[in-house]
């Protein structure tokens, strides 16, 4: 069967749905999302102008690419998914050269859940392993140690249209070496408060006097997007660095762990880098290990052929 690929800037009402169509059947198929937050809510609701969306059709839409060409030093970034139906026919090599053409030879590509076949198609085409990121849960029917919060900081939860600001400056600062957290915007935030899981009872924020210091926001995923039952996840905890090492980022994990064990939910995950051993320490001891693996490969051109170009908090992640 012939097969074409189609490269769009922005999809319209048909393409977006028949592409959640494809999702929907690999979260079913393989009980892992293939695609990562940032890259469903460009879907929904559009994002960097620069960013491409890669369409391979054979008798319809059979796989679908998103690459984000926005860090400039580390290269494109991109994600993939191919039909389950549609699978050991070539069509994610297909694919998968068709967004190295794009990306000029150099691209980081995410594969959720160390799927085997993600790990093979990478290898098929020269890409190499660059980076793990670890999903660590923890059950939240065990006990939950008490949040202690240093002397002189006070909590209370995010309010919409008053908070936005204030914590952009704090997350900017937490996250000034990880330019995919710290880089956020305004829209940034604005398009996860309208997701339905948004939740500002479940967006902590901490303050010593008037100033906002830290924070944790949570996030409950439900089983509709994930193949899973409602998990809770520590979402994202920041501390201004003038905080840190005054236990603020362990207490304010605590409270968003108690807080999801309120909402009757049975787990609750994040998401380290393995190379973060300090990180990975911090959450064993607040009981959580190691459930499932996110893989980055990455090409690399040679120089010839051009390029285009704490308190440890959990990493920014891609699949949650």
């Known amino acids: 069967m012939s097969t074409h690929v189609k490269v769009r800037e922005r999809l319209d009402d048909q393409e977006i749905a028949d592409v959640l169509g494809v999702v929907e ?83 980081r590509l995410w594969a959720h859940g160390g799927h085997p076949g993600a790990e093979a198609l990478a290898a098929s085409l020269g890409l190499a392993r660059a980076r793990s990121l670890w999903q660590m849960r923890r059950s939240l029917y065990a006990p939950i140690p008490e949040a202690t919060l240093p002397e ?21 600062a937490a996250f000034a070496h990880h330019p995919e957290q710290g880089a956020w915007t305004l829209d940034d935030v604005s398009r996860r408060e309208r997701e339905p899981w948004f939740d500002p009872d479940g967006f902590f924020l901490a303050f010593r006097g008037d100033r906002l210091v830290g924070f944790h926001w949570t996030k409950i995923h439900g089983s509709d997007e994930h193949g899973h039952e409602p998990l809770g996840e520590v979402y994202v905890v920041g501390v201004d660095p003038s905080q840190q090492g005054t236990g603020l980022g362990k207490a304010l994990t605590l409270t968003g762990l108690e807080h999801l064990r309120s909402r009757g939910l049975a787990q609750a995950m994040l998401y380290v880098d393995e190379t973060n051993t300090a990180a990975i320490r911090l959450y064993e001891s607040l009981g959580f290990a190691r459930w499932d693996v996110d893989v980055m490969y990455a090409a690399t051109p040679p120089p010839s052929a051009g390029r285009s170009t704490t308190e440890p908090p959990p990493e920014p992640q891609p699949g949650s």
Not at 152 to 172: H, M, S
């Open 25 to 107: 059947a690999a979260t079913e198929g393989d009980r892992v999302r293939p695609l990562n937050e940032h890259v469903m809510l460009h879907l929904r609701y559009g994002g960097d102008p620069r960013a491409r969306s890669v369409l391979l059709y054979a008798d319809g839409l059979v796989g679908y690419a998103h690459v984000d060409p926005t860090d400039e030093v580390e290269g494109p970034s991109g994600e993939l998914v191919i039909h389950p139906a549609h699978r050991g026919r070539g069509h994610g090599g297909e694919l998968l050269r068709a967004v190295l053409d794009l990306a000029g030879g150099r691209l």
């Open 152 to 172: 002189g900081v006070t909590l209370r939860t995010f309010v919409p249209g008053q908070d936005e600001e204030a914590w952009l400056k704090v997350n900017a």
